[in-house]
């Protein structure tokens, strides 16, 4: 298990354009496995290949914390509804925002062994997928926030 160092807003990778995926090799399955360990440890339900510093397009998404999804050069094809919530992002620790997102989207992807594969999802899932995949394009949610951003309450120390 390793965990990667999450670059925060400020840092220019964050601003840049992804590489597709051409070839999976060992360091590409290294940095998937890293990137779910970070994602996992970070408690975010989603990380993109450039937050941790790889301009590559890879995304993992765990929305429920038993729901894994590897996308390798995802593509949204499908968009349905609207939802308006708040967001956040790993690369933004303590803040968030409103943002209306689809409720509804559909994505063409590949997997670790570059077959294809489709995730379809819905509500947080579906604004998961959209957030993570503007990632690969270099694009922060705060981008679309409508008002201001706002502070993260403190969480419950219960959960600790
Ligand atoms: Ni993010």
């Excluded at 160092?5 to 290294?30: A, F, H, N």
């Excluded at 968030?96 to 999802?121: H, S, W």
């Amino acid at each position: 298990m390793a965990i990667r160092k999450i670059r925060t807003m400020g840092d220019s990778v964050l601003t840049k354009k992804c590489k597709e995926v051409k070839e999976i090799t060992g360091r590409t399955l290294q940095l998937i496995d890293d990137m779910f360990d970070t994602m996992y440890e970070s408690g975010g339900v989603g990380l993109a290949a450039p937050q941790v510093g790889i301009l590559k397009r890879i995304v993992v998404i765990d929305t429920t914390g038993d729901d894994p999804h590897l996308l390798i050069n995802p593509r949204i094809v499908e968009t349905a509804g609207e939802q308006c919530g708040q967001e956040g992002c790993l690369s933004l620790p303590g803040k968030m925002g409103q943002v209306t997102r689809p409720d509804y989207v559909k994505c063409e992807a590949f997997n670790e062994n570059m077959e294809p594969i489709v995730l379809e999802g819905e509500e947080l899932l579906a604004r998961a997928i959209c957030h993570e995949c503007e990632h690969l394009d270099g694009i922060m949610f705060v981008e679309h926030v409508e008002g201001e951003l706002m502070d993260v309450p403190a969480p419950d120390e219960d959960e600790e």
